[in-house]
């Protein structure tokens, strides 16, 4: 429900990620970040729970769904 994506031509999708202070959506910019929601996404996948992977990243749990969205 918090994400968008924009389809700027057939070959590339921008993610934008949900700010709760400032109620809007920004670009993912960051290469880290996009690294970290592909290694969140795997890690979910072989098994780890989000409360583990929001400890393993000091993030919440909410902010590790948001990134299981984006698979």
Do not use: C, F, P
């Not at 429900?1 to 389809?7: A, D, L, P, Q, T």
């Amino acid at each position: 429900m918090n994400r968008i994506e924009i389809v700027i031509s057939s070959t590339k999708t921008i993610e934008m990620n949900w700010d709760s202070k400032d109620k809007k959506y920004y670009e993912i910019e960051s290469k880290l970040i996009r690294n970290r929601v592909k290694e969140v996404n795997r890690l979910h996948e072989s098994g780890t729970s989000v409360k583990d992977l929001a400890i393993k990243y000091q993030l919440s749990e909410s902010r590790i769904r948001e990134y299981l969205k984006k698979q």
